[in-house]
């Protein structure tokens, strides 16, 4: 069984996805995978230079994330552009990861992205569990994180799936805006959820 992780920017997933981790959970982080395919080498980032201009590489030639998000994040058709150079070589690198975690043998595992229902790779889950905390929280947690300024982090928030959106495509939900034990409380829960359905007993 294949869980989608997903929620707005600075919602947590990777805190969320370590703490399944430690139950003995793999996963496979999209945005890892994001960056594999832009790495200096690879057709996505030449292609992605040959549109964009090479405005948007770094001295050492590797992407200069700043600069493209930038333009992506003020244009919805540069970031449309964006996606179809990028999304299909992320979804062919996620099935090879997957099925590399799935040999080995997990009760599960996740595919955490924050893209999970704009890029279309919910249909690579059986079910889609949304990391959910109130935009305030984001809004401050991505200020402190990235090194943005309020009004640039409402504007990546506004690019994203709406959380209202985002929750009505929920199978299940955790709210990471309690604290550290309440987040591995509901860790636990589904994790013993989804143990159970697949016919295996709790885990640790």
Not at 90 to 98: E, K, P, T, V
Request: proline fraction near 6%.
């Amino acid at each position: 069984m294949i869980i989608g992780v997903t929620g707005g920017i600075a919602s947590g997933k990777s805190t969320v996805a370590r703490a399944f981790a430690a139950r003995g959970i793999p996963w496979v982080d999209a945005d890892e995978v994001a960056r594999e395919v832009v790495a200096p080498g690879e057709p996505a980032l030449a292609e992605i230079a040959e549109h964009f201009g090479r405005e948007v590489l770094a001295p050492d030639g590797g992407l200069d994330r700043r600069a493209l998000r930038e333009i992506v994040f003020a244009d919805a058709e540069a970031r449309r552009r964006l996606e179809r150079i990028t999304h299909p070589r992320i979804r062919q690198r996620l099935d090879a990861h997957l099925a590399r975690l799935r040999a080995q043998g997990p009760p599960y595992v996740l595919l955490v992205s924050p893209l999970l229902f704009e890029s279309g790779q919910d249909a690579m889950v059986d079910r889609c569990l949304v990391i959910d905390v109130p935009e305030a929280t984001q809004i401050a947690r991505t200020a402190a994180r990235d090194g943005v300024d309020e009004a640039q982090a409402r504007a990546i928030i506004a690019a994203q799936m709406s959380r209202a959106q985002r929750l009505a495509r929920a199978d299940d939900v955790i709210d990471n805006s309690a604290d550290e034990a309440g987040l591995a409380e509901q860790v636990a829960e589904l994790d013993r959820r989804y143990r159970a359905a697949v016919g295996l007993p709790p885990g640790p």
